[in-house]
């Protein structure tokens, strides 16, 4: 259960992934911690044929209320893989600074 903002960032994340690729194992990126550790480890997920799910913790004030537009689970309890550049969401220069 690798940790992208504990692990070495996503190249790191990529390698444990390709492990787990290899050897044919799941991989649950551990991606509660932060809005940009999520959104990292959702893209990650949506790169990894072996990471089928993302662990995610909500209420979490470091995750809500930091974005401009925050992450919501699907009516099948599923968080959308953002599509938009870079890892999909910006942080709010406001909600940062409180």
Not at 15 to 20: P, S
Not at 28 to 54: C, E, K, R, Y
Not at 59 to 79: H, N, S
Request: hydrophobic share 40%; aromatic share 8%; glycine share 8%.
């Amino acid at each position: 259960q690798p940790d992208t903002t504990k692990n070495g960032g996503l190249t790191e994340s990529r390698r444990i992934a390709g492990w787990a690729y290899d050897h044919n194992v799941q991989m649950v990126s551990h991606g509660w911690n932060t809005a940009v550790g999520l959104a990292a480890d959702l893209q990650l997920a949506a790169a990894i044929p072996v990471a089928l799910f993302v662990e995610y913790l909500t209420p979490c004030a470091y995750i809500e209320d930091l974005l401009d537009r925050p992450f919501e689970l699907d009516e099948e309890g599923f968080l959308e893989i953002p599509s938009e550049p870079g890892l999909g969401r910006c942080l709010d220069p406001e909600r940062v600074a409180r």
